[in-house]
Structures are given as C-alpha cells and as structure tokens.
C-alpha cells in the first residue's frame, strides 16, 4: 500500500518558470489537499479538494493553481515561479466521516525558486 | 498574535528522560486537538488525537488538554532516540472529515541523545 505518493521530491526553478507538482494516492480518499512548510511557520494550507471536480482556496493559494479529475490524482501547479515559493511541499489526504479527520502525508516535494 | 503558539526548540534530552512538548492558542473554539509527528525529510503522521479536555494515554505518549488554559501537551516517557522528530501540534474546531480548518503549530524539534 503506497498511500500518498508525490513527484519530484526535488525541484530547482528558475524565477517565472512553471511546473506541476504531482500528488496520487491509492486509498480511495475524498479529501486531498496541499500544504506548503516553511521554516518557522509550520503548514499552510494552499488548497484542498472534497471530490473529483471540487477544490477550493486554502490560507495561502495564491501563485498556485490545482485541479482534481480524479479522486486519485490532485495535482498542484505553480505559475511564474518566484522566489517567495521555495518551500517544502506535502500533499496529504483523509476519509470523510473518521473521528480525527487524520491526514495521511506523502513524503514531500523540496522546490527551490532561483 | 498567532492562534497556535508552539517553542520551536530545538530541545534536546538525554534517553530515558521524560520530555514534555506544549502549545498554547488563543481561540476558545477549538474542540480537536491532535499531535503529529514528522521525522527528517518525511512528512507528519498523526501520533494522538484528543477531544475537548483531558488526557490521553498511548504507551509512552500521553497528551494533555486543559481548555481552561488553551494549552496543550503531550508527554514523552523513558525518551528514545528513535523519538528524534519534529513535533507538531494542530487542532480544530470541526469534527474530523474535511481538515480545511486545521491549525498546525509551527513544530518542536526533538534530539534525544543515547
């Protein structure tokens, strides 16, 4: 069982670059979302997903973009990289209806803006 | 002010030593409140999960709530090295499904020493 799988783990772009990063998971969650960790800060939701073909905004989505076509796949795009970007990104999933709510995180994508 | 204040660290403890990680917020509230774990270069992992006030008890963790005072704790009896993490706290006021109100803590990181 792989759960949360996300691609590239690192990344270096180039200031007003694009790219997308992708985020998978096999079980079969209907909630998915992105959050970025920076140093000092902790994580920031940037945008989450209740269904195939329903995101929204989270606290900090600007710059970014995601779509959900799949309940499988949530991929997030960066537009015009900038350097305010560079950060550790983590998709992460749940079950509707669980007592916790309990995130399952995949295991990173380190994105440097230069 | 922040909503989740959490001591960045680092602390670092000799094993065996009990350790105590705490949080403190500021909105009345929040109901959920859990404790993730993240090791170095992987992502969190829910570790407890505790409703309202009181305590909660697994093996060597036990996690604190005391809504009178908007602080929380979790406990580390007999510290392991293995226990070396970043300790993060979150907590919310809906229950479980849809995590779009999660609130992270900014982490502690923890070294125990052998």
């Known amino acids: 069982n792989a759960g949360v799988t996300q691609t590239p783990k690192f990344r270096i772009l180039k200031i007003g670059q694009s790219m997308t990063l992708q985020c998978t998971q096999d079980?079969?969650?209907?909630?998915m979302y992105w959050y970025r960790q920076d140093p000092g800060m902790g994580l920031k939701l940037i945008y989450y997903?209740?269904?195939?073909?329903?995101?929204d905004k989270g606290e900090v989505p600007n710059g970014y973009n995601v779509s959900r076509s799949t309940t499988e796949d949530f991929p997030l795009r960066l537009e015009l990289a900038a350097p305010s970007q560079t950060s550790v990104y983590f998709c992460?999933?749940?079950?509707?209806?669980?007592?916790?709510?309990?995130?399952?995180f995949g295991e990173g994508s380190r994105l440097t803006v230069l | 002010q922040k909503e989740v204040e959490q001591d960045p660290g680092p602390l670092s403890v000799p094993e065996g030593a009990i350790v105590s990680l705490n949080c403190t917020y500021s909105?009345?509230?929040?109901?959920?409140f859990m404790w993730y774990r993240q090791y170095s270069r992987k992502g969190p992992e829910l570790l407890m999960y505790?409703?309202?006030?009181g305590n909660k008890e697994d093996g060597r963790f036990t996690a604190q709530v005391d809504k009178s005072s908007k602080y929380i704790s979790l406990f580390i009896r007999d510290s392991q090295p293995s226990d070396s993490a970043t300790y993060l706290c979150?907590?919310?006021?809906?229950?479980?499904?849809?995590?779009?109100?999660?609130?992270f803590g900014t982490g502690t990181l923890l070294a125990v020493q052998p």
């Open positions: 505790t409703y309202s006030s």
């Open positions: 079980m079969n969650h209907n909630y």
């Open positions: 997903s209740v269904g195939a073909g329903i995101t």
């Open positions: 992460a999933s749940s079950e509707v209806g669980t007592l916790t709510g309990e995130l399952f």
């Open positions: 979150a907590m919310s006021e809906t229950y479980g499904g849809a995590t779009n109100k999660l609130i």
């Open positions: 909105n009345s509230a929040f109901q959920y």
